[in-house]
């Protein structure tokens, strides 16, 4: 089965959230398993994004903090935070323009936040971009 790029980010932003939980919940876990149980098919557009949050993601969180007003990625629901750092990630190690990521980080945000989680990760991902 095809998958559109919006489908496969959607798929690495549950993934992501599963990891968070595992994390959270002190339970051992393994990403490529995680990742076969959520996919049908084999993908390294996924891959690259889970692989590549969970890698740099003291450094993407330090980074969407340094742009939050009194606020930290911590304090947002898993799923935000989920968009945000994949949005970070995306924005810094690959060459998807930087209008795609907001657009689908947006999306994204839409049918899993609320509108204040929505309108921070904008914010952010605004602020990287002019920075």
Not at 1 to 28: F, G, N, P, T, W
Not at 36 to 45: A, G, T, W, Y
Not at 50 to 78: Q, S
Not at 86 to 108: C, G, H, Q
């Amino acid at each position: 089965m095809v998958h559109s790029r919006s489908e496969l980010r959607e798929k690495a932003m549950i993934i992501l959230y599963q990891i968070d939980i595992c994390r959270e919940q002190k339970m051992d876990y393994d990403i490529e398993k995680i990742i076969k149980s959520n996919l049908d098919i084999d993908n390294e557009f996924v891959k690259d994004i889970v692989f590549g949050v969970t890698t740099y993601k003291d450094e993407l969180d330090k980074l969407a903090n340094k742009y939050m007003n009194n606020w930290t990625i911590e304090r947002l629901d898993k799923t935000g935070a989920a968009i945000l750092e994949m949005a970070l990630y995306e924005l810094k190690y690959t060459d998807t323009p930087e209008v795609v990521i907001i657009n689908e980080a947006i999306e994204l945000s839409k049918k899993y936040s609320d509108d204040n989680v929505r309108k921070m990760i904008n914010a952010v991902l605004d602020k990287v971009i002019k920075a």
